[in-house]
């Protein structure tokens, strides 16, 4: 029907929810620890207060960093610190690895930062480096993505891996090796698919409202003193990477802070404080705001030009995103995750495929990954303590998180973030960015299968 991506997606959460029993939701509420009160609550509700809800949590969680990201995105194209970023990677690495600077990057940027804040960050370099080159923008678009999927999903502090390593007893050193390892063979796999998808559909850097490219190509013509120097350049993306990170690893393995020194306390603090994503993204967001104002001598008329177009292009993307997230949630509801578990549950199945098949069909029902992993890792942390594994189950936990890769389309808040914001259509995020993922997943599975099989590890 050609329906614009936001009412599509409204309207199948509608149908969804419609169409959902009140028992299936009964049940799935009690199943995420909801009393039986207030799991009949959430069966009595209307269906557009349902749908709302899950609407409005799902725009709770990326509504700030949409923006902020935008606003990122868009003074750092205008104050020329894409092009300065651009200009010393391609100095380093040279034109011709230019992408798989990018993919490494984004995988380790990817380990303590979330998927999506990785490629909003990054976008707008890759609009930098393809007006460049003049070419390869699919590729670099790729590259980010894969890096950055492949690390959220294997390696801790992020929370997919993080509630694996604690339900299926695996020491959160071992996930954290072995995540990587994993990581960088199925983003050379991702690599080469890339570099045959940008040859087969190559497609051009587009105009779009947050970033012009007659702007984008004014600035690639620039002399370079008229740039910002590079560590101010670098800022924008620096402080929100440094202070989610330095915050993730507090976390991940903090003391006791009644030993700590009043120094160190306080420290702490200032991390835990400015170490939020939604908070490090506004300090970045202000640090670049502040570049793009010294870069235009004090110009307040631009300067709120640049952050009403950054806001117009975030409020489109939010709305898509948060509408994939409602459907996504109405599918949840179903307790669709749940009878795909029952029917899995006595398949007499190797158990290294078995947990890549369930996360995979439970991922691709309903579109979240780390909801994918939860449920299979629910499902196969019991069956797996009682039966003789001939391997870590270390590796039980990879298959899991390379099975939460399979198949992300429409109902996946991710696949509308890189498809709005990398001005992709549909058919072409569907034509590249699903098969990339899946292609990495199975890669990543043969992987762990061989490495069970030489490594056991036990």
């Known amino acids: 029907m050609r329906l614009h991506a936001f009412l599509a997606l409204l ?8 169409l959902t029993p009140d028992a299936a939701i009964i049940m799935f509420a009690t199943g995420k620890g909801a009393s039986l009160a207030e799991a009949q609550k959430l069966a009595n509700q209307q269906v557009g207060v349902r749908i709302a809800n899950e609407f409005g949590s799902t725009c709770g969680k990326i509504g700030i960093l949409i923006a902020m990201a935008s606003i990122i995105g868009k003074t750092m194209l205008e104050s020329g610190a894409a092009e300065k970023i651009v200009r010393s990677l391609v100095k380093i690495t040279g034109i011709k690895n230019a992408p798989f600077s990018f993919l490494t990057g984004s995988f380790f940027i990817g380990i303590p930062v979330f998927f999506d804040t990785v490629f909003y960050l990054m976008v707008p370099l890759a609009k930098a480096m393809a007006m460049r080159i003049g070419k390869n923008y699919l590729l670099l678009i790729l590259c980010i993505t894969a890096g950055a999927a492949m690390a959220n999903s294997l390696v801790p502090p992020t929370p997919g891996p993080l509630f694996l390593v604690s339900e299926m007893n695996i020491p959160i050193g071992m996930m954290m090796v072995g995540g990587s390892l994993v990581g960088l063979v199925t983003i050379t796999a991702g690599y080469f698919f890339a570099s045959w998808a940008n040859r087969k559909w190559p497609i051009p850097l587009r105009d779009s409202v947050d970033a012009p490219l007659a702007e984008i190509q004014k600035l690639s013509d620039e002399n370079e003193q008229s740039l910002p120097p590079l560590w101010f350049s670098l800022l924008p993306i620096a402080i929100p990477i440094v202070l989610i990170s330095l915050n993730a690893m507090i976390q991940t393995f903090k003391t006791d802070e ?26 970045g967001a202000l640090s670049s705001l502040i570049l793009l104002a010294i870069q235009k001598k004090g110009d307040k008329k631009g300067l709120t030009a640049s952050v009403q177009t950054a806001l117009m292009s975030a409020g489109v993307i939010i709305l898509i995103t948060s509408a994939g997230g409602a459907f996504g949630g109405m599918l949840q509801q179903t307790g669709i995750s749940t009878r795909i578990g029952e029917l899995a549950k006595d398949y007499q199945m190797a158990l290294i495929p078995l947990s890549f098949l369930i996360t995979a069909i439970v991922r691709t029902a309903q579109g979240s990954a780390t909801v994918a992993m939860i449920t299979a890792s629910g499902i196969l942390a019991g069956m797996s303590n009682t039966i003789s594994l001939e391997y870590h189950q270390l590796y039980l936990g990879l298959a899991i998180a390379c099975g939460s890769k399979l198949i992300p389309w429409m109902n996946d808040s991710g696949f509308w973030i890189v498809c709005k914001m990398s001005n992709l259509t549909e058919q072409e995020a569907l034509k590249t960015f699903s098969p990339l993922l899946t292609i990495m997943g199975i890669t990543g599975l043969i992987v762990i299968m061989i490495g069970a099989s030489i490594f056991p590890l036990i």
């Open 258 to 283: 009644a030993s700590n020194s009043m120094l160190t306390q306080a420290a702490l603090s200032f991390l835990n404080f400015f170490g939020e994503k939604n908070i490090a993204l506004v300090a």
């Open 11 to 18: 309207l199948g959460a509608f149908v969804v929810a419609i």
